[in-house]
C-alpha cells in the first residue's frame, strides 16, 4: 500500500512588515504598513495591527493613510526581505529536498519520506516553525496536510501564528467553509455558485454534476474535487531562475534622460550585483519602460557573450531607452525595468573572465557587509 503523502505548507506571517518590526524594534504594537510612499503608492504588506483598520495589500496609499492615519509607513526593502527568505528556504532544505517556493515568504514541503527519520508530520511542522522563529525572529503560519490544497487551507486557518493539521476526514473541515476558500474562485465565479443555490464547500461537494457543469462549465468536475479535499498536484523542488530583474515605478513621472539614465544604472548595479551573487552570467538584457500613459514597452538584446557586469548591462539598456525615447519624443515615464534572461552558470563560462576579483566583485563584498548599495562605481556619462 503506498505511503500516505505529508504536505506541510509555510506561510510567514505579514512577512514584510514583520521584517520592519524585527528590524526596528521601536515599532512593536504599531500598525506597520509597508509600501510606495508617494501618491501613486501602493500598500505591499500591512500587519496585523493594521489590518484591523481595514488596510490591505494592494490597497492605495492614500486610502491606507485614511483608514489608519497613526500607521508606521515604510518604503519596502527587497534586499533584506530576500536575505531573510534565503534564511527561511535554507531552515526548509534542513527538513526535505522537496520544497517549492511559491514566493519570497511561502512554500510547500513535501516530508513524505522524512517521516522515516524525523517523526511524524505534526513533529517536523513543529520544528521547522519552532526554528523559523530561533534563526531570524519572525513567525510562521504552518498547515498539514496529504495534499498540498487542504496544507493550504491549514495554514491560513488560524492565522496569525497558526499551526494546524487537517483531519484524515478532511471533509469535517471542509463542508463548512464557504465556496471563496476554493483556489481558482474568484468573485464572479462565487456569485454564480451562490446563485445555484451553494454556498459551502459541502453542498458543492454533494452536488448534482451536471447542475455544476451547467454552473462551471469544464470546471465543475476541478472544483467539486477539490471541495470534496482531492488534488493530485506534487510538490515540484523550486527550478533556477529563470530571469533576474528590477524595477521602479516613480512618484512623479520622469522627463529627463539624465534622470532616467540615473535610474538605469542603479537597476543595472542590482541585476548584476544578483547576478554575480547567484553565480550566473545572462545573455539576454531587456528593458521595461511605462508610459505616464500606463502603455507598457519591452525591448531586449541577445548578447554574443554571456555577462554579469553592471557596467555592460547598463550600457546595454542605456542603448535600447535611448531607442526608445527617440521613438517616443516627449514622453513622461512612469516606471523603468532591467531584466536579464538565458541565464547560465558561471563555472560553465571560461572565456574573458579575470583570474583575480574585479572591481565589481569588491563592490560586491562591501554592499554584503554594509548593505546593499552602500557603494558603487559610476558605469560612464549619463548623456
Not at 53 to 78: D, E, K, T
Not at 282 to 303: C, E, G, N, P
Not at 328 to 345: F, M, N, Q, Y
Amino acid at each position: 500500500m503506498p505511503l500516505r503523502r505529508a504536505i506541510i505548507h509555510v506561510d510567514m506571517d505579514a512577512f514584510f512588515a514583520s521584517v520592519e518590526e524585527l528590524d526596528n524594534p521601536e515599532y512593536s504594537g504599531y500598525a506597520v504598513i509597508v509600501s510606495g510612499l508617494g501618491p501613486r503608492g501602493v500598500v505591499s504588506a500591512a500587519n496585523y495591527a493594521a489590518r484591523k483598520f481595514g488596510v490591505h495589500s494592494a490597497m492605495p496609499i492614500g486610502r491606507a493613510r485614511r483608514l489608519c492615519p497613526q500607521g508606521i509607513y515604510c518604503r519596502g526593502n527587497m534586499p533584506r526581505y530576500r536575505e531573510i527568505s534565503t534564511q527561511v528556504f535554507s531552515i526548509f532544505k534542513q527538513f526535505t529536498p522537496l520544497v517549492e517556493g511559491l514566493s519570497l515568504d511561502e512554500a510547500f514541503l513535501d516530508v513524505t519520506a522524512s517521516r522515516k527519520i524525523l517523526g511524524d508530520i505534526e513533529t517536523i511542522g513543529r520544528a521547522v516553525k519552532d526554528m523559523i522563529l530561533q534563526q531570524t525572529g519572525l513567525v510562521a503560519s504552518v498547515g498539514m496536510a496529504e495534499n498540498k490544497f487542504l496544507a493550504k487551507l491549514a495554514s491560513d486557518f488560524r492565522k496569525p501564528d497558526g499551526f494546524f493539521r487537517v483531519p484524515e476526514n478532511a471533509h469535517d473541515f471542509l463542508d463548512p467553509m464557504p465556496v471563496k476558500w476554493l483556489w481558482g474562485v474568484g468573485p464572479k465565479t462565487e456569485l454564480r455558485i451562490k446563485q445555484a443555490g451553494i454556498l459551502t464547500l459541502g453542498q458543492l461537494r454533494r452536488a448534482d454534476r451536471q447542475l455544476m457543469q451547467s454552473v462551471l462549465g469544464p470546471q465543475a468536475s476541478h472544483f467539486q474535487a477539490l471541495a470534496a479535499g482531492e488534488d493530485q498536484r506534487e510538490v515540484i523542488p523550486t527550478r533556477s531562475d529563470k530571469s533576474i530583474s528590477h524595477e521602479q515605478t516613480f512618484d512623479i513621472d520622469l522627463n529627463e534622460q539624465r534622470q532616467m539614465l540615473a535610474v538605469l544604472q542603479k537597476l543595472s548595479e542590482q541585476v548584476g550585483r544578483r547576478l554575480r551573487k547567484k553565480k550566473y552570467s545572462a545573455r539576454v538584457i531587456r528593458l521595461k519602460v511605462r508610459s505616464s500613459h500606463f502603455q507598457t514597452f519591452s525591448r531586449q538584446i541577445s548578447l554574443i557573450e554571456a555577462t554579469d557586469s553592471g557596467k555592460a548591462i547598463y550600457n546595454v539598456s542605456k542603448a535600447l531607452l535611448k531607442k526608445w525615447l527617440q521613438q517616443h519624443p516627449g514622453t513622461a515615464v512612469r516606471l523603468l525595468g532591467v531584466g536579464t534572461s538565458k541565464l547560465e552558470d558561471n563555472f560553465a563560462i571560461t572565456n574573458n573572465r579575470e583570474t583575480k576579483p574585479g572591481i565589481e566583485s569588491v563592490l560586491d563584498e562591501i554592499n554584503d557587509k554594509f548593505g546593499e548599495q552602500t557603494v558603487s562605481h559610476t558605469l560612464g556619462r549619463l548623456s
